[in-house]
C-alpha cells in the first residue's frame, strides 16, 4: 500500500506540473505570434510565467480534483496509521513502567 501512497502523489504532482508546461507553452506560443502582448524589456519570460501560474492554478483546482481528493485520503490513511502506532508504542511503554 506504501507504493500507491508514493503513486498517488507522484501522480497528482507530475499532472499538475503537466498543466502548468501545457499554459506556459501555449501562453509562450502566443506571445510569440504576438495574440498576446510581450513583456516589458527582458521580462518577457517573467510575463509568460506569471500569467502560466495565474492561468493553470484555477484549471489544477477544478480538473485534478479526482486525484486531490484520492491523494488526501491516502495522506489521512498514512497520519492515522502513524497515530494509532504512536498510541500503542505509547501504551507499551507505560505497562512496562508499571
Given amino acids: ?6 503513486s498517488a ?17 501555449l501562453l509562450w506560443g502566443l506571445v510569440y505570434l ?5 513583456g516589458l524589456g527582458d521580462s518577457n519570460l517573467l ?4 500569467l502560466a501560474i ?4 484555477p484549471l489544477s ?3 485534478l480534483r479526482k486525484q486531490r481528493d484520492a491523494m488526501s485520503q ?4 498514512k497520519v492515522d496509521r502513524a497515530k494509532s502506532r ?3 508504542n505509547r501504551s507499551q511503554e507505560d505497562s512496562a513502567l508499571q
Avoid: H, N
Fill in 9 to 25: 502523489t507522484l501522480r497528482y504532482t507530475l499532472m499538475r506540473l503537466g498543466i502548468f508546461a501545457g499554459c506556459f507553452f
Fill in 61 to 63: 483546482f477544478v480538473l
Fill in 34 to 38: 504576438r495574440v498576446l502582448p510581450r
Fill in 74 to 77: 491516502q495522506i489521512v490513511t
Fill in 86 to 88: 504512536l498510541e500503542a
Fill in 54 to 57: 495565474v492561468i493553470s492554478a
Fill in 1 to 6: 500500500m506504501s507504493d500507491s501512497k508514493t
Fill in 47 to 50: 510575463w509568460v510565467l506569471v
